[in-house]
C-alpha cells in the first residue's frame, strides 16, 4: 500500500509540472491548435494568480499528504523527487522572486498570444477571398 501513494504522490509531481509548463508555454501550442486557448487561458489565469497572490497550488498538499501516507517525509529517494521538486519547489524562493516569476509569465505569455493574433491576421489578410 505504501508504493501506491508512493505511485500517486510521483504522479501528483508529474502532473503539477506539466501544469506549470503547460501554463507557461501553452500559448505556443495555440498557434497550432487555436482551441487550446480555451484550456490555456484559464490555466495560465490560475498559475498567474497563484504567483501574484502567494497561494500554495492545492496540488503541493495533496503530494505532501501522499508522501507521508506513504510512509515517506521528504523529496530524497528517487529520481522524480531528486530532479523534479526542486524545480516546483526551489529553496531559494522568496515573495519578491515569486512576482517576478508572475511577472515574466504573463509578460511571455502576453507576447506569445500577440505573435499569435499578428500570424493569425497576416494568414487572413493573405489569405485571396472567393466569391467577393
Same mark, same amino acid.
Given at each position: 500500500m505504501d508504493r501506491l501513494y508512493e505511485a500517486g504522490a510521483d504522479a501528483v509531481v508529474l502532473f503539477h509540472l506539466g501544469f506549470v509548463l503547460f501554463a507557461v508555454f501553452g500559448g505556443l501550442l495555440v498557434r497550432r491548435r487555436p482551441r487550446l486557448a480555451w484550456v490555456h487561458l484559464p490555466a495560465l489565469m490560475w498559475a498567474g494568480a497563484v504567483e501574484f497572490a502567494g497561494w500554495i497550488c492545492p496540488l503541493t498538499p495533496l503530494e505532501?499528504? *501522499?508522501r507521508v501516507q506513504g510512509g515517506g517525509t521528504g523529496y530524497r529517494g528517487d529520481f522524480i523527487a531528486h530532479y523534479l *521538486?526542486?524545480?516546483l519547489y526551489p529553496a531559494e524562493l522568496t515573495r519578491g522572486i515569486q512576482l517576478l516569476l508572475g511577472l515574466l509569465l504573463v509578460l511571455? !505569455?502576453?507576447a506569445v498570444y500577440a505573435w499569435v493574433l499578428r500570424s493569425k491576421?497576416? !494568414?487572413s489578410e493573405n489569405t485571396p477571398r472567393h466569391g467577393a
Amino acid at each position: 500500500m505504501d508504493r501506491l501513494y508512493e505511485a500517486g504522490a510521483d504522479a501528483v509531481v508529474l502532473f503539477h509540472l506539466g501544469f506549470v509548463l503547460f501554463a507557461v508555454f501553452g500559448g505556443l501550442l495555440v498557434r497550432r491548435r487555436p482551441r487550446l486557448a480555451w484550456v490555456h487561458l484559464p490555466a495560465l489565469m490560475w498559475a498567474g494568480a497563484v504567483e501574484f497572490a502567494g497561494w500554495i497550488c492545492p496540488l503541493t498538499p495533496l503530494e505532501g499528504w *501522499l508522501r507521508v501516507q506513504g510512509g515517506g517525509t521528504g523529496y530524497r529517494g528517487d529520481f522524480i523527487a531528486h530532479y523534479l *521538486l526542486a524545480v516546483l519547489y526551489p529553496a531559494e524562493l522568496t515573495r519578491g522572486i515569486q512576482l517576478l516569476l508572475g511577472l515574466l509569465l504573463v509578460l511571455f !505569455n502576453a507576447a506569445v498570444y500577440a505573435w499569435v493574433l499578428r500570424s493569425k491576421r497576416r !494568414n487572413s489578410e493573405n489569405t485571396p477571398r472567393h466569391g467577393a
